[in-house]
């Protein structure tokens, strides 16, 4: 016979059970297996600078570029991410006291707003060129809505339209190799020296044929801060160890108990003159 007790003890332990095995059991395992396995991505794919401080995540772009023409040069030095749409600030992934997060603008293609958000990033692009002495276009930008400016290079559509998370850390190849130019003068780098960089810091497609290869921005960015503060470094070695010794004084002149009236001897050369300079190379 069937009572309430029956009922509802198995009931009961079958609850607290599989609470204890889907609550507490599976996802200390799950977190277990992840920090031996990879703890780096489940611990968010952090960066952290020279000294250990977290600087950003591989996952998550930040700004470097920006819109505006004016603020444009100043920025010239790095790699432009692509264009973020979220509020307050862009790449903003959550903000509880704003209500915002990751999102892109939403604009239909109709939107004289999309347009006008195109416009505004193309010139800013443009002043960062021209801060180093690049141009690309024949014409003024965009001197009328029927008639754009004639470009001597295409700019890649991810460098002047936003995503639709509002977060990529990542640019096409294509958008790289389009600011090599105007990021090795502003550096004083050879675009070669840049152009490895960018290859260094391309992630080719997952499992060799699913999505595109994709240039990590911000990684990108730290590498080339390290290697113009390397050159700088071994051009200061370099000019240091190159500057030949300074001479030695000449030695005091014997003196003479004989008539002044009699002609000095032309001295000889003092022996600092007459040994040639050892040349100091670095090692």
């Known amino acids: 016979?069937?009572?309430?007790?029956?009922?509802?003890?198995?009931?009961?332990?079958?609850?607290?059970l599989l609470s204890l095995l889907t609550g507490v059991v599976y996802p200390l395992a799950i977190t277990g297996i992840a920090q031996v396995a990879f703890a780096d991505?489940?611990?968010?794919s952090i960066l952290t600078d020279a000294a250990g401080t977290p600087i950003g995540s591989s996952l998550i772009g930040q700004q470097f570029g920006t819109s505006d023409a004016?603020?444009?040069?100043?920025?010239?030095?790095?790699?432009?991410?692509?264009?973020s749409a979220t509020g307050p600030v862009p790449y903003t992934a959550l903000n509880l006291d704003m209500g915002t997060g990751s999102s892109g603008s939403n604009l239909a293609p109709s939107n004289p707003a999309l347009l006008d958000n195109i416009r505004a990033r193309l010139a800013a692009l443009d002043a960062a060129d021209a801060s180093v002495g690049i141009v690309r276009t024949t014409t003024a930008p965009f001197a009328t809505d029927n008639a754009p400016a004639q470009r001597t290079t295409a700019v890649p559509v991810d460098l002047v339209t936003s995503s639709a998370s509002g977060l990529d850390p990542h640019i096409s190849p294509a958008a790289?190799?389009?600011?090599?130019?105007?990021?090795?003068?502003?550096?004083g780098l050879s675009e070669q020296a840049v152009r490895a960089l960018v290859l260094e810091h391309t992630q080719g497609r997952a499992f060799g044929v699913l999505g595109e290869p994709v240039v990590r921005v911000l990684e990108l960015n730290l590498a080339l801060a390290r290697a113009q503060a390397a050159a700088a470094s071994v051009a200061s070695v370099s000019v240091v160890a190159w500057a030949p010794p300074a001479p030695p004084p000449p030695p005091p002149a014997p003196s003479r108990t004989t008539s002044t009236?009699?002609?000095s001897p032309v001295p000889s050369a003092p022996h600092w003159a007459r040994v040639p300079w050892t040349i100091y190379k670095t090692p």
Do not use: C, D, H
């Open 1 to 16: 016979m069937l009572t309430q007790t029956s009922i509802l003890r198995p009931a009961i332990v079958l609850f607290v």
């Open 261 to 263: 009236s009699l002609a």
């Open 41 to 44: 991505k489940a611990n968010g």
């Open 70 to 83: 004016t603020a444009a040069p100043a920025l010239a030095q790095w790699f432009w991410g692509r264009p």
């Open 176 to 187: 790289a190799e389009y600011q090599v130019p105007r990021v090795a003068k502003v550096r």
